[in-house]
């Protein structure tokens, strides 16, 4: 979900800001690796289903989120002109 408020920026101001995805997915995910270790526990698979509320939501969330986020970058770089020429789509036929 982080990702969303970056895929936003990149879309209104295009240019550099296109760089915030990778370098936030390299960046963060490197950073958290380092932090938290290297976790050889197996899940417990007779966890019960009330206990995996969030791990749910955010499950079942994520679809409606990324289609969001898609389609609607897609609309706003289509509907606007203010990226560079070689931001558009227009120009990848």
Do not use: S
Request: net charge negative; glycine share 8%; proline share 5%.
């Amino acid at each position: 979900m982080g990702f969303v408020p970056l895929i936003v920026i990149a879309a209104v101001y295009g240019g550099w800001w296109l760089l915030l995805m990778p370098l936030y997915g390299w960046g963060v995910f490197t950073a958290m690796d380092f932090v938290t270790g290297l976790n050889l526990d197996n899940p417990d698979t007779q966890t019960p289903l009330k206990d995996l509320f969030w791990y749910r939501a955010i499950t079942l969330v994520w679809f409606p989120v990324q289609f969001a986020v898609i389609f609607g970058a897609l609309w706003w770089i289509a509907a606007t002109d203010h990226l560079h020429w070689f931001e558009e789509l227009k120009n990848c036929r």
